[in-house]
């Protein structure tokens, strides 16, 4: 409906939104866009939240190791054999590293060696060409590190457990596993 008014001068309009009470929009109609708008940013919100949530989920799956298993062998794996402080040890540090890292107790561990480099530099001996392993599985990689070998003394008994030393740069084999792939087991 168009309605044309009459302005004090003479001159004719059209007025799409006329004066009368009955013909303007309620409040509530003019409250309609701002609650369809709020509406709809709540919603893309939301929808923000879920994108945002899948998204660092997959970077998650993506950093972490799909396995429970691999990541307890892997941080086995640190705890037992990489130590990037030291360079090379003498027998008091493999009397003091051994029982440190909870080998000497129930029983002493007979032979540890620790690998004296940092973790992603041992991590890259993954991504050489796969070797058999002693248990003749194709998952063990080599590479030169700088290590220190702790072999236990023949008199020695668990909790005293008493070890010689050998520091020295050397081959090393060690299995990984795991996408990407992690040490797991140092085989030699």
Known sequence: ???ISSEPGGSHSWNPFPRNKHLNPSPVG???PDTCASKVVMALQRTHS???????????????????GQDRMYQRFLRQHVDPQETGGDDSYCHV???RR???SPK??????FIHEDIWNIRSICS?????CKNNQMNCHEGVMKVTDCRQTGNSKAPNCRYRARARTRRVVIA?????PVPVHFDA
């Open 50 to 68: 879920l994108l945002l949530l899948l998204l660092l989920t997959l970077l998650g799956l993506g950093l972490v190791q799909p396995s429970y």
């Open 108 to 113: 002493c561990k007979p032979f540890n060696s």
């Open 1 to 3: 409906m168009n309605i």
């Open 102 to 104: 909870k080998m000497t």
């Open 30 to 32: 003019r409250e309609q």
């Open 128 to 132: 050489t060409t796969n070797i058999q």
């Open 97 to 99: 590293m051994m029982q």
């Open 176 to 180: 990984c596993e795991g996408y990407p």
